[in-house]
């Protein structure tokens, strides 16, 4: 799907999906409604998605359309980058995912740490704001801000187990020699430019 394309039909279901929440008019809602099949239409039509596959996605995001918040924690051990592995797609990437409600973006990083990892670190920097929008590595129907700070580890060890949820492996990696990357997670572009701020490495 061509990214204009698909930012057009993202802020046309934004706008649907606002008005069905804040609409007074039963005639508005009627239309905001036709407005929102016709957009997951659409999405079906030039995804190839089955169009229930394409509402179900979106039936997560309720009340007034807003981006999501994504962090990420960057940790090196002199010229290798720490990546965890996805069970599902066994792709690498920075620890972390969506924020949770409650927690404070470092609080978040924190949490996301000790649990796909078993290390507690300590949060240095916030050293990248990403919106995903603006990157060109593939079409991503909801549009999030990625938080990725600097940490560095306090206490623990790595797990050494299979059982860590939605992650089947934790490793260090030279940034020379990365594994396979979730790239809507972490691409190497942005590894490269977090290993050149944070560390004197020549990486040409």
């Known amino acids: 799907m061509p990214m204009d394309l698909a930012n057009y039909l993202k802020r046309t279901l934004a706008i649907a999906q606002a008005g069905k929440v804040y609409g007074k ?3 508005d ?3 905001y409604c036709e407005l929102e099949k016709i957009t997951f239409d659409m999405l079906s039509s030039i995804s190839g998605q089955d169009q229930r596959f394409v509402q179900n996605f979106f039936a997560e995001e309720k009340g007034y359309p807003t981006p999501k918040v994504d962090v990420r924690a960057f940790i090196r051990h002199e010229s290798s980058v720490l990546l965890v592995q996805d069970k599902k797609s066994k792709e690498w990437s920075l620890p972390g995912g969506y924020a949770e409600v409650g927690f404070s973006p470092k ?3 924190i949490k ?3 649990e796909e990892t078993g290390l507690l670190v300590k949060v240095e920097t916030l050293s990248q704001l990403i919106d995903t929008d603006k990157m060109n590595d ?3 129907p909801i549009q999030y801000y990625k938080l990725i700070f600097t940490c ?3 206490s623990g060890t790595i797990h050494q187990t299979d059982d860590l949820g939605e992650i089947s492996k934790v490793d260090f990696f030279s940034i ?3 594994p396979k990357l979730s790239t809507r997670r972490t691409t190497k ?3 490269l430019s977090l290993m050149k701020n944070n560390h004197n490495l020549k990486l040409d």
């Open 25 to 27: 008019d039963v005639y």
């Open 29 to 31: 809602q009627e239309r």
């Open 107 to 109: 609080e978040n990083i």
């Open 112 to 114: 996301e740490v000790k």
């Open 138 to 140: 593939g079409n991503k």
């Open 152 to 154: 560095s580890v306090v």
């Open 176 to 178: 020379h020699e990365l």
């Open 189 to 191: 572009e942005q590894l």
